[in-house]
Nanobody
């Protein structure tokens, strides 16, 4: 059974950066369309960014210009580069395959001084 595994979360100060990674466990898994979501404490899960076939990327307004989604098809990896992090970015971050509905287990990002 294919799994998605996020990593790269942690504690960072405001203004800092992190890069999250999402690894698919199967070499043949299709990652042409992938997304990142997050769930802040006490709130609903929200969409953050998506990458589609052809490399088209889309971002939620609150991360546009600060976050970058990318993928490495050969390595079956999806990334979320996050810069200028703010306390409101504190959340558990999840990767998702919108075509299959598969979710990872999430990785915690905490932005605090």
């Amino acid at each position: 059974q294919v799994q998605l595994a996020e990593s790269g979360g942690g504690l960072v100060q405001p203004g800092g950066s992190l890069r999250l990674s999402c690894a698919a466990s199967a070499s043949g898994y299709d990652i042409s369309a992938m997304a990142w979501y997050r769930q802040p404490p006490g709130r609903e899960r929200e969409w953050v960014a998506a990458i589609q076939g052809g490399g088209i990327t889309k971002y939620a307004d609150h991360v546009k210009g600060r976050f970058t989604i990318s993928r490495n098809n050969a390595r079956k990896m999806v990334y979320l580069q996050m810069t200028n992090l703010q306390p409101d970015d504190t959340a558990v971050y999840y990767c998702n395959n919108p075509r299959t509905g598969l979710w990872g287990q999430g990785t915690q990002v905490t932005v605090s001084s």
